[in-house]
């Protein structure tokens, strides 16, 4: 039940298009839900964050779809470019301060 | 902008052997966390710490692992007898308190068990 299932593994996007990934939960205890990047030899970095009383949030070229009913969100990345080439976490918590759930990861690659 | 900083970046031991690893949380931060990712998949809670104490731990934090907070600015994970198992890489992070504050993550140190 702690468990963030993510989903695709991996994705190839054309410069310009839409980057789209998705994920799913189980604890209705969850409250608080980060999205994350990681570049290469790095830590992961806090993207944009949602809390479920919000159904979309928008920070750029990214936005977060969030259906608390379905317990589903996803990332969108509009106008997706070379450097949005990495590896995206989608995340839970409980509280902001609690540990942090992470999915598997979807590893993205942006072709010119 | 304030960083959690990690050392070392790169760590090799023998296996049986002791190995700590040291932060430097973000100044002001309360919560500090280690966790660990081993190659090629998710990133796994370890522990948390706050107010001098372990909050909570996974099953992972076995008796092998200690979190310690030696001073007022570091923030140490030591291994007592590593494994080949606890090659990984493995992340710091802190967090203040209050409703909008993420936790930071460090770019980590790479442990390599031989």
């Known amino acids: 039940q702690q468990q963030v299932k993510q989903s695709p593994q991996s994705l190839i996007v054309q410069k310009g298009g839409i980057s789209i990934i998705n994920c799913a939960y189980e604890?209705?205890?969850?409250?608080?839900f980060p999205w994350y990047q990681q570049f290469p030899g790095k830590g992961p970095a806090l993207l944009i964050a949602i809390r479920p009383d919000v159904s979309e949030k928008k920070e750029g070229r990214f936005t977060i779809s969030f259906n608390k009913s379905a317990k589903q969100f996803s990332l969108h990345i509009m106008d997706s470019q070379p450097g949005d080439s990495a590896t995206y976490f989608c995340a839970a918590s409980t509280r902001q301060w609690d540990k942090v759930i992470f999915g598997p990861g979807t590893s993205l690659s942006v072709i010119p | 902008e304030p960083e959690v900083t990690q050392t070392p970046s790169h760590q090799v031991t023998q296996m049986g052997q002791e190995v700590i690893l040291r932060c430097v949380p973000i100044?002001?931060?309360?919560?500090f966390y280690w966790y660990r990712q081993i190659l090629g998949q998710k990133v796994e809670f370890l522990v948390s710490?706050?107010?001098?104490?372990?909050?909570?731990k996974s099953e992972i934090f076995d008796d092998q692992f200690s979190v310690e907070r030696p001073d007022g600015s570091n923030f140490t994970l030591k291994i007592r007898s590593t494994k080949l198992e606890d090659s990984a890489m493995y992340f710091c992070?802190?967090?203040?308190?209050?409703?909008?504050?993420?936790?930071?993550f460090g770019d980590g140190t790479r442990l390599s068990i031989l």
């Open positions: 992070a802190s967090s203040d308190t209050g409703s909008d504050q993420p936790q930071h």
């Open positions: 710490f706050y107010n001098n104490e372990i909050s909570e």
């Open positions: 604890n209705t205890a969850f409250d608080y």
């Open positions: 100044s002001n931060h309360l919560y």
